[in-house]
Nanobody, 127 residues
Framework: QVQLVESGGGLVQAGGSLRLSCAGS????????VGWFRQAPGKEREFVAA????????VYADSVKGRFTVSRDNAERTVYLQMNSLKPEDTALYYC????????????????????WGQGTQVTVSS
């Protein structure tokens, strides 16, 4: 069982930066890939970024590529999402989620592949 808690959201002006954190519990947390997803009001949840269990692979949605960076510190059981050059369209509730397969060699971008989810942290970007 993995429990996830996001933090770091807030209100920021366009062009600004935020760093989200996803704190994981459970001794197996470091063996799972972690993804970030977001959901804006009236829209479906969408993939943002993911990082595999051994920090060897990262993948990003085209809409955030070059602006967002995902990283993880397995010793601290924490995954980060550094968000730079934020745009109003980045406004959403951001979730982190843990893959359901330990030591998976690849990365998945579909929400259905992620089993454990946090409660989300709100990011609001003003124009």
């Amino acid at each position: 069982q993995v429990q996830l808690v996001e933090s770091g959201g807030g209100l920021v002006q366009a062009g600004g930066s935020l760093r989200l954190s996803c704190a994981g519990s459970g001794r197996t947390f470091s063996t799972y890939a972690v993804g970030w997803f977001r959901q804006a009001p009236g829209k479906e949840r969408e993939f943002v970024a993911a990082i595999n269990w051994d920090v060897a692979i990262t993948v990003y949605a085209d809409s955030v590529k070059g602006r967002f960076t995902v990283s993880r510190d397995n010793a601290e059981r924490t995954v980060y999402l550094q968000m730079n050059s934020l745009k109003p369209e980045d406004t959403a509730l951001y979730y982190c989620a843990s893959d359901g397969v330990r030591l998976r060699p690849d990365l998945r971008v579909g929400a259905n592949d992620y089993v454990y989810w946090g409660q989300g942290t709100q990011v609001t970007v003003s124009s």
